[in-house]
């Protein structure tokens, strides 16, 4: 229904940034909800941030609030992560994703975070 490509990824040092995009084609009427989840080596998925379509209701992970923003450009079809004071523990791949009818996901970012 949807598809997804992101970029952005990469090496930083601990208190870098970096910026993740997600291009989004295909039925982007049926998206309600889109977020940015990240899964460390050995770890389960958990969701770090999402926002509303409707209304650009935004939400974050205990872990991420207060040094992630996410947010969208509707005329651009993208989707942002904005990841500041990074830490080691943020080292994670990062997967782009969108409600729709069903979920639909990104093919992954890697994050890595040097101490």
């Known amino acids: 229904q949807v598809q997804l490509v992101e970029s952005g990824g990469g090496l930083v040092q601990a208190g870098g940034s970096l910026r993740l995009s997600c291009a989004v084609s295909?039925?982007?009427?049926?998206?309600?909800?889109m977020g940015w989840y990240r899964q460390a080596p050995g770890k389960q998925r958990e969701l770090a941030a999402t926002?509303?379509?409707?209304?650009?209701?935004?939400t974050y992970a205990d872990s991420v609030k207060g040094r992630f923003t996410i947010s969208r450009d509707n005329t651009k079809n993208t989707l942002y992560l904005q990841m500041n004071s990074l830490k080691p523990e943020d080292t994670a791949v990062y997967y782009c994703?969108?409600?729709?009818?069903?979920?639909?996901w990104g093919q992954g970012a890697q994050v890595t975070v040097s101490s």
């Open positions: 295909g039925f982007i009427f049926k998206i309600n909800t």
């Open positions: 926002i509303t379509t409707g209304g650009g209701v935004t």
């Open positions: 994703y969108a409600r729709a009818t069903w979920d639909n």
